[in-house]
């Protein structure tokens, strides 16, 4: 992803019948370059589960809590 604005990524699973589903992104062989959000490019939260390899991320920033990745609230998970 080349010169974005705003977020790239929510990652939040579906509820369906009021059960929340597991979710999982894989990023592999990726680039961003020059990319800026409000408050985080990459947001991860429950139950949700991130894996980066093999990427590259350069000259991106946003200016709230997190740059690029932020994973927050019931078990979210990034691997790096």
């Not at 020059?34 to 000259?59: C, E, H, P, W």
Request: charged share 15%; proline share 1%; no cysteine.
């Amino acid at each position: 992803m080349l010169n974005n604005i705003g977020q790239l990524l929510f990652i939040e699973p579906v509820e369906v019948s009021g059960i929340s589903r597991y979710l999982q992104v894989n990023l592999v062989n990726s680039t961003f370059t020059n990319n800026s959000a409000n408050q985080t490019l990459i947001y991860v939260t429950k139950g949700s589960q991130l894996s980066v390899d093999r990427s590259l991320f350069q000259d991106n920033y946003s200016i709230g809590r997190a740059s690029v990745m932020f994973a927050e609230k019931d078990n979210a998970m990034v691997n790096i």
